[in-house]
């Protein structure tokens, strides 16, 4: 699997992601600074978390204008397959590639845990590894990860079965006790409409290894690196 990680000024989570991608397919990443406007031929890119350029004006504002993000989002267009986490989640919609918006939380704090959240939908090479209502503990840390959209989206987001995670409690029920940022629906992840770009706000690279407590992240790069071999 040739994989590349976009690294941002603020970027926090680079290393974290090409670690978690090692161990799942033998090879680090190539590190991709965000003025580069060249990509070589590749099988995924990873837009990792942090506070890319700071947060300033809002979270992944000015990462979505940076000259690697006009290639990154040619590619996707070309089928490439693309994963957002946190921050890189916020980017991707912030370019478009992704419906909706990231808010503020519900709360107004940033909120640093580990929550439940349960695979809506294992039909895709970043889910594979999962069953259909399988839950799993995922750390989040954000501000700005209540996901909104308007009425027409939500809809189109659930009927076409779009929705990839969703924050639940340790049963699997959707309630806003187990919402940590306020999310529409719970939406704690969404796909694109062909199923090759994925965007959440949890981040399955802090759970890949049983030394950071938990290892319910491992089966996303297992499953992209099995299907993108």
């Known amino acids: 699997m040739k994989a590349a990680v976009i690294v941002f000024p603020g970027s926090n989570c680079d290393r974290d992601v090409a670690v978690a991608l090692r161990q799942a397919c033998g090879e680090l990443p190539l590190m991709v600074w965000h003025r580069e406007t060249e990509l070589p031929d590749l099988d995924l890119i990873v837009v990792p978390g942090g506070f890319a350029y700071g947060d300033y004006l809002r979270a992944g504002a000015m990462a979505a204008h940076s000259p690697v993000m006009r290639t990154v989002a040619k590619r996707a267009a070309a089928g490439v397959r693309v994963l957002g986490i946190c921050n890189g989640f916020q980017v991707l919609v912030e370019t478009g590639m992704l419906p909706g918006a990231l808010m503020t939380n519900r709360d107004l704090k940033f909120v640093s845990k580990t929550v439940h959240v349960r695979v809506e939908s294992a039909d895709s090479v970043f889910t594979d590894g999962y069953r259909d209502g399988q839950v799993i503990r995922l750390p989040v840390a954000h501000h700005e990860g209540g996901y909104f959209a308007d009425d027409n989206t939500l809809r189109t987001l659930e009927d076409r079965g779009l929705v990839a995670f969703r924050y639940v409690s340790a049963d699997g029920a959707v309630n806003d006790d187990t919402n940590p940022n306020g999310s529409a629906a719970g939406i704690a992840g969404l796909f694109n409409p062909e199923r090759t770009v994925l965007g959440l706000m949890p981040h399955p690279e802090r759970a ?13 790069f297992a499953s992209l690196a099995a299907a993108l071999a």
């Open 208 to 220: 890949a290894d049983p030394d950071l407590g938990g290892t319910d992240g491992r089966p996303m």
